[in-house]
């Protein structure tokens, strides 16, 4: 086979969750599958972070006019110059006008349910929109939809009538070097001024229930003895005082640490540094924070709801991500109970035994075999 996989977005400095997704998978394919030829389509970036090699070939492909010219456009032209067998488009949008068998990685269909708030990112707007757009135009034209839960993949075939066997869940995996750090503290000291913290990754979305969450610290800073600070992630300090302002809560801002962006290389660090990872998120489709830091050893405070407690299984702690309350005495407890967070730092170990990017890899190679020989049979 000739497999094209689009990852546009895999060589920018600063990834996010679909974009460890392709990486990982494609390096994991690179190692496993030796007989079929990949082309990997990418934009231009300062992070090169896959090598070609004879089984595997790395594309950039320029192009002006933003993300959506260089798939509806360059992509398509340039998977037809390589005679590819497949495409598979991995973050949730596709050409609209391709004649390859195409193979869709829906991560979520979030953009097709009613909005939990206002967004103020206008990047996240015109994405949304452009989902809204896209993913009904190419639906009827994939051989394969991949998503990346049961909780995702049922909500998916209801809301968009699809066929039982267009559809497939297909679990993420965890990166290898999340693992303990013993001197976390060499690293962290650039993000965080304390040995031990609460950690959050927080962003403008709404579904990572940000100001809850700052509502649940402020709670937690009423009744703890220790007083953690909180390290916040991928949000900027005015972001947080404003959420604070509006909540009423001003006088927690002394205690919360936020650095912005940081290094995926760095968080194993963090992750290991922190007592507790909060992850109260009000949707997703999977979850990769919470293996991540189950890996590193860290209890995990997450969400009963959405795909969070299929992923999470009994490796964290689960409660109601709309009552603040929930959340603060899920850290209280564990402060308070040495016993009890031992206990949740072996669940999480033992959890993330059940994925890894090779499980991935396997299940994606599967799928293309299955695919392939589908549209041969067709063609005879």
């Known amino acids: 086979m000739r497999i094209a996989i689009e990852a546009q977005r895999i060589f920018r400095q600063n990834k996010h969750g679909m974009d460890f997704v392709v990486l990982e998978s494609v390096r994991c394919i690179q190692q496993l599958d030796k007989e079929n030829e990949y082309f990997i389509f990418v934009a231009p970036g300062p992070d090169r972070c896959l090598e070609s090699t004879d089984n595997v070939k790395i594309i950039e492909l320029s192009c002006r006019g933003g993300y959506p010219v260089w798939e509806q456009y360059a992509l ?38 009613k909005k939990r708030g206002n967004n103020p990112s ?11 757009l896209v993913v009904p135009a190419i639906l009827n034209k994939c051989k394969k939809i991949i998503t990346v ?10 809301t968009l009538s699809l066929p039982h066997h267009q ?33 959050f990754l927080g962003n403008t979305d709404p579904k990572k229930n940000t100001s809850r969450v700052l509502k649940a610290y402020s709670i937690y800073l009423k009744y703890s003895s220790r007083k953690l600070p909180l390290l916040i992630a991928d949000l900027k300090e005015e972001s947080v005082t404003d959420i604070l302002k509006k909540e009423g809560i001003e006088d927690i801002l002394s205690y919360l640490r936020f650095p912005g962006y940081i290094k995926n290389t760095d968080l194993p660090a963090v992750f290991s540094g922190a007592f507790a990872f909060l992850y109260p998120s009000l949707r997703e489709s999977f979850g990769i924070p919470m293996l991540e830091a189950m890996a590193c050893g860290t209890p995990v405070i997450t969400s ?11 490796g964290a702690i ?55 020989k589908n549209n041969r049979k067709q063609n005879k």
Not at 149 to 158: A, L, M, N, P, Q
Not at 173 to 187: A, E, L, M, Y
Request: glycine share 2%.
């Open 76 to 113: 398509p032209r340039a998977v037809r110059k390589v005679k590819a067998d497949i495409l598979h488009c991995t973050s949730n949008t596709a050409p609209v006008f391709c004649d390859i068998p195409l193979i869709l990685t829906l991560h979520d269909i979030i953009f097709l349910e």
């Open 122 to 132: 206008l990047y996240q707007k015109m994405g949304w929109y452009y989902r809204r």
């Open 149 to 158: 839960s049961e909780f995702e993949r049922k909500r998916i075939k209801e």
């Open 167 to 199: 559809i497939v869940s297909v679990y993420n995996g965890f990166s290898k070097h999340f693992k303990p750090v013993k001197q976390s503290r060499d690293i962290t000291s650039s993000y965080v001024d304390s040995d031990s913290y609460l950690f």
């Open 304 to 314: 009963d709801i959405s795909a969070i407690p299929e992923v999470a299984g009994d």
């Open 318 to 372: 689960l409660v109601d991500p709309y009552k603040p309350e929930d959340i603060a005495e899920a850290v209280l407890s564990l402060e308070k109970d040495e016993s009890l967070y031992h206990q949740r730092v072996k669940a999480g170990f033992d959890r993330t035994a059940c994925f890894s990017w090779e499980k991935t890899a396997d299940n994606l190679l599967s799928i293309y075999n299955e695919v392939f």
